[in-house]
């Protein structure tokens, strides 16, 4: 049996993990690579500020049919003890094993480089995906992301600034913001530096 085929053997692993914005269920692939280096637990492949049964029906099909078992999670777990304790960016640590259409899988990255303390426009996500007309497109992109806050959706906002929509809660994703250094005022970023920190590529 090859090393793919004994990790495709290995069931997934969940837990979840209380922040300040409420409790975040995460499940990850051991065996399979991330965008990130990672331990044995692997790379997170579905997550969310959701009930567990939600996250593990939203795991991708590729990894379906493994079955599922608690687990430590160490990475992730030391990422939310280090987020909680201050560090807006520890999440970015986290690696995650990204599946969709190119398009799709472009928009997410381009999420990937967003610096915490800042933001980026649909339309940003559109131009450093290669379609800069394609917003609204971007924007179906981040609604169907099934990896956050490890693929930072909610650090996505619309034109000018304004917070817009969140799958979990406009309240949530104003409260991310605020842990990673925004300020929001009135549903709007208004610092301390939007559109700032690394690009929306990732450089």
């Not at 493994?66 to 939310?80: F, H, I, N, Y």
């Not at 190119?102 to 940003?124: E, H, K, N, P, Q």
């Not at 956050?148 to 304004?162: E, Q």
């Amino acid at each position: 049996m090859t090393p793919a085929e004994q990790s495709a053997g290995r069931p997934l692993r969940f837990a979840e993990f209380d922040t300040a914005v409420g409790t975040l269920s995460v499940v990850t692939a051991p065996g399979e690579r991330g965008d990130l280096p990672c331990g044995d637990d692997g790379p997170v492949v579905a997550s969310g500020f959701r009930p567990m049964a939600q996250t593990l029906a939203s795991v991708p099909p590729r990894f379906a049919g493994r079955g599922s078992e608690p687990g430590e999670l160490a990475d992730v777990s030391a990422a939310v003890a280090a987020f909680t304790d201050g560090d807006g960016a520890a999440l970015d640590s986290v690696s995650v094993a990204l599946v969709g259409g190119d398009f799709t899988l472009a928009v997410w990255r381009a999420m990937r480089g967003i610096a915490a303390g800042s933001v980026a426009t649909y339309a940003d996500l559109a131009a450093a995906a290669g379609r800069p007309s394609a917003a609204r497109a971007a924007g179906t992109a981040c609604a169907t992301n099934a990896t956050a806050p490890f693929v930072p959706c909610h650090r996505v906002v619309r034109s000018g600034g304004d917070v817009g929509n969140y799958g979990y809660g406009v309240a949530v994703k104003e409260q991310l913001l605020q842990l990673e250094g925004c300020q929001v005022v009135d549903g709007m970023v208004v610092g301390p530096s939007p559109l700032a920190g690394r690009s929306a590529g990732g450089a």
